[in-house]
């Protein structure tokens, strides 16, 4: 019988140990000895919990029982969330994540009319957010991860001052969101690397100085095929004609005839859950802004309104389903999605946009 150094992992044993836990030495995990099946058994409900936290260290799908609608999948772990320093002002909810000045403002439907101190801090804000995307966008590549460019996001943000605003907002743990082919918005940034021929969206929002700015963009990763740039030609189309749309007098239901005709001409649907909204000290308040045909929004557009429109256009079916993660919404039948965004000013003959 061989002599062995090892001693039991079964507490209270302290035998000379040479039998090695299988699990262990398939996942490269060292020191794993029992001096019998015995001790291996009646040490088996603490020990697994060692396999547990070997897995979870290591780039894995987080949900191996959800049946994904597509190819694109999550990889975990995620980053610790970053740190942002102590002297840049925080949303209300950065710690207890519950936004609850806009909780409170649900209970009035009026659309805030910005004076023109508001407005000035709300042209600052989405300039650093129109500066942090460009930042962000420039470090698209094949074999980035999207946490990495979370990572060059968030820094971005807080060097000019500001407040990822995405960061604990009903505890979403990051400070972008990246959505990548067949999802359509607030994809968790994770391990994924970004393969040639993906299209991902990065939505940055910052908060500075007691104002929210928010915009975000489609993108092409390497070389991506020719449907893949129409749909999101398509989507950057949708926008620039709803933006167009804008004046005094205009109703908030009216943009989403323009957008969905447009995507229906080029063969492509428009998404129903999510909508456009307004932006101000909050960073989501009314108006909702639909962008589909025959919607049901209230409010007329009057200057001083400071809202978005983001019409998110997809390559199949319109309906949509969210992850185990509670966040990420992709399509239900798979494939891809693509979105843009700005933040509007609205004034006397038209719109400024802010985040231009």
């Known amino acids: 019988m061989p002599v062995s150094d090892h001693l039991c992992l079964s ?3 302290g ?10 030495l398939k996942l490269k995990i060292e020191g794993s000895y029992f001096c019998s099946q015995d001790c291996f058994k009646s040490n088996w409900a603490q020990h697994k919990l060692v396999h547990k936290a070997k897995i979870e260290s290591e780039p894995h799908n987080p949900f191996p029982n959800y049946r994904y609608t597509g190819d694109l999948k999550a990889v975990y772990p995620l980053s610790p969330r970053r740190e942002v320093p102590e002297g840049i002002m925080r949303p209300d909810y950065a710690e207890t994540s519950i936004p609850v000045s806009e909780e409170k403002a649900r209970r009035n439907p009026t659309i805030k ?4 101190e508001e407005i000035e801090g709300m042209r600052k804000v989405c ?12 470090a698209i590549r094949v074999g980035i991860t999207t946490d990495e460019l979370d990572e060059i996001i968030h820094k971005a943000t807080i060097e000019r001052g500001a407040y990822p605003s995405p960061l604990n907002y009903y505890k979403f743990p990051k400070s972008v ?9 607030h994809g ?4 994924r690397p970004l393969k040639d021929g993906d299209i991902v969206n990065l939505d940055i929002s910052c908060f500075y ?19 893949g740039k129409q749909l999101i030609e398509t989507a950057r189309e949708c926008l620039q004609k709803a933006i167009a749309m804008v004046k005094p007098g205009i109703r908030y239901r009216d943009f989403g005839k323009v957008i ?3 995507a229906k001409k080029n063969g492509f649907s428009v998404v129903r859950t999510f909508c456009g909204h307004g932006i101000n000290q909050l960073f989501h308040c009314a108006p909702d802004v639909p962008h589909y045909a025959n919607n049901k929004a209230v409010g007329i557009i009057k200057p001083g309104h400071c809202f978005t429109i983001e019409p998110m256009i997809c390559e199949g079916g319109w309906r949509d389903e969210i992850w185990p993660d509670n966040w990420t919404a992709v399509t239900s039948d798979g494939k891809r999605s693509a979105q843009f965004e700005h933040t509007l000013l609205v004034t006397e003959t038209g719109c400024e946009i802010l985040t231009k």
């Not at 035998?15 to 262990?24: E, N, V």
């Not at 009319?113 to 023109?116: A, G, L, Q, S, Y």
Request: glycine content about 8%.
């Open 177 to 185: 969101c990246t959505s990548v082919n067949e999802v359509i918005c």
């Open 209 to 227: 100085n007691g104002f929210h700015g928010d915009m975000n963009a489609t993108y092409c990763v390497g070389n991506v095929d020719d449907k």
């Open 15 to 24: 035998k000379t140990a040479t039998l090695q836990c299988p699990t262990c």
């Open 188 to 191: 968790i940034p994770d391990k």
């Open 113 to 116: 009319v910005c004076n023109e």
């Open 260 to 262: 969905e005709e447009h």
């Open 11 to 13: 507490k209270g044993c």
């Open 127 to 138: 300039k650093i957010t129109r500066e942090v995307l460009d930042v962000g966008a420039a």
